[in-house]
């Protein structure tokens, strides 16, 4: 038997439905492997069909495509190292999420995955049947087993490959990042390691699909645990790594160790590749925003600059007689500081025709939330207007706390195709913006330095659709605010918890109360990063009618 086994680990990027893409990756990465001397060339879970395809593998006619696509692929990739590829499979009326071994031109052995997870963001149970836990497969004499992705996260599959003759365990994955999703990772497979006593290649993939952005962060655990290879997060690579069996059995020999950078520096990064890939796969080049002043636009823009280049970034200022002369010279230093255009489309003529339109149905009426409104959509329908005129995506800018307690006017600043900061509340976008200013990194394609002004960061938010408006008159200030939404929404509690943290009932009950009656507003806002596992979408959902309250 072998004493040596290479294996080149592929952490790339698919793309949702470009088979051939996703084939010509995985071929290039086997070309890669074949020249390092690799006996098996690993791509992450479902990588040639793109994850999280959702309900679209279900559609025959797709999953049929992906595995021809797979066939293709195996027979281009006969004379060299085996090839390892997760994809579906469909055998009788059973769908499978499964992971192909390629060697000698053909499929020679298929693992279908058996734990199905059904939280968060994931749905497998109702688009998957759950395969049987088998045994390893071969490459030359190597005996491997593979537990896909959420296998590994249970002591089943491991336990059982362990006991049929699995001499390492290679785990496929697209698992999506969340804040501090690493050491969760880490101490799950470190659990298998120690059931098993087998090395484990975890390997997973990168990039940005809606409002999901895989980080990589590809790593091997000896026996006992042990870090031998750490990979970068966010990157692609193909990287060789070379397992050797010694007299205590095997292990991984030390390679590359990539440290990863803390949370804030993640956050930010998700939210770049987010917009990055987000543009890229969905066909467009160039973005716009509406830049207010405030912190949120400048914060999009700083990430939109970052993600794209300034060329490529487009700034809006629509300003009302209610925008402050502050607003007016802090979002042109914004604009001037990140290098991007800077336009200035005023509102009044537009707003003074709707005035007139409106005045006979309005007579006798004050004025009220309407006209505060009124503003808002006038600057979602220039945007665009402006949008659709050049090509170029609108970006828009609610951070979560706005969006949870829908403190934003629907058709109107809620309009967009992508919102960066939307799973990013208030406090942290503050302190978002002082670490962007403070710190800048190779994958940044903006300018160093201050890019959003002090001045932007620390005046009191408002919106500035009436005289002398500040958010704080319509919402808990934002630590308190944010707080409360944390137990609420992330921590899924209850008001009871709310007071047992030292926060009033009164203001507890009143974002509860915002909270749910918002639920249409999120169901039609735009997608954007996800950044926690509570993220608005696929991680909580509500009925958009519902009138139970908390009753404590």
């Not at 790339?12 to 990756?25: E, T, W």
């Not at 879970?45 to 025959?60: C, H, P, S, T």
């Not at 990140?338 to 336009?343: E, F, H, V």
Request: aromatic letters at 8%; glycine letters at 8%.
């Amino acid at each position: 038997m072998s004493d040596r086994f290479r294996v080149t680990l592929a952490q790339l990027n698919p793309v949702v439905g470009d088979l051939a893409g996703n084939a010509a990756k995985a071929k290039a990465a086997w070309d890669e492997g074949r020249a390092q001397g690799a006996d098996l060339v690993a791509l992450p879970e479902m990588f040639i069909a793109g994850y999280n395809a959702q309900d679209l593998v279900m559609k025959k006619a797709f999953h049929i495509a992906a595995m021809q696509a797979v066939d293709k692929l195996a027979a281009e990739c006969a004379d060299g190292p085996a090839l390892a590829i997760g994809g579906p499979y469909v055998e009788g009326t059973e769908l499978f999420n499964a992971y192909f071994i390629c060697n000698g031109g053909k499929v020679v052995t298929r693992v279908l995955k058996h734990e199905l997870p059904n939280e968060k963001v994931f749905d497998e149970v109702r688009i998957y049947d759950s395969g049987p836990i088998g045994g390893p497969y071969a490459v030359g004499n190597t005996r491997i087993g593979s537990p896909i992705c959420e296998d590994a996260w249970h002591p089943d599959v491991a336990e059982t490959l362990a006991e049929t003759g699995a001499e390492f365990l290679l785990v496929p994955n697209g698992s999506p990042y969340y804040r501090n999703k690493y050491e969760t990772r880490l101490n799950h497979m470190v659990a298998r390691v120690v059931e098993t006593g087998l090395p484990l290649i975890y390997l997973n993939m990168v990039g940005g699909q809606d409002d999901q952005v895989f980080d990589g962060g590809s790593f091997v655990l000896n026996p006992h645990g042990g870090i031998a290879v750490q990979l970068p997060v966010f990157e692609e690579c193909v990287v060789p790594v070379d397992m050797v069996r010694g007299p205590d059995g095997w292990h991984c020999e030390d390679g590359p160790f990539e440290v990863h950078p803390d949370d804030w520096e993640q956050d930010y990064r998700v939210m770049v590749e987010a917009v990055r890939d987000y543009l890229r796969k969905a066909g467009f080049a160039k973005v716009l925003l509406g830049l207010s002043g405030g912190v949120d636009s400048a914060l999009v823009a700083a990430i939109a600059v970052d993600a794209l280049g300034a060329d490529n970034v487009r700034c809006v200022m629509l300003p009302s007689e209610y925008t402050s002369s502050h607003s007016l010279e802090d979002a042109e230093a914004c604009a001037k500081a990140l290098g991007c255009r800077y336009d200035y489309v005023p509102i009044k003529g537009p707003r003074d025709a709707v005035t007139e339109a409106l005045a006979p149905l309005f007579a006798g009426l004050e004025p009220d939330l309407t006209e505060e409104n009124i503003q808002s959509r006038l600057r979602g329908l220039l945007l665009m207007a402006l949008s659709n005129k050049f090509g170029e995506m609108l970006l828009t800018t609610g951070n979560k706390s706005e969006v949870a307690v829908g403190y934003a006017t629907i058709y109107g600043d809620m309009a967009g195709g992508y919102n960066p900061i939307k799973d990013l509340y208030k406090t942290r976008v503050f302190e978002t913006c002082r670490w962007r200013n403070a710190h800048h990194r190779p994958w940044m394609k903006g300018p160093e330095g201050e890019v959003i002004p002090e001045r932007i960061i620390t005046k009191p938010p408002s919106a500035e659709l009436r005289e002398d408006q500040k958010d704080s008159d319509s919402l808990p200030d934002y630590p308190v605010l944010d707080a409360i939404l944390q137990i609420l929404v992330d921590d899924d509690g209850s008001i009871a918890d709310c007071v047992a943290a030292g926060y009033s009932r009164e203001d507890a009950k009143k974002v509860e109360h915002l909270l749910y009656i918002s639920e249409y507003k999120r169901f039609q806002s735009a997608p954007g990063a996800r950044l926690t596992k509570r993220a608005f979408w696929l991680d909580r959902r509500y009925p958009i009618v519902n009138r139970w309250r908390d009753p404590n």
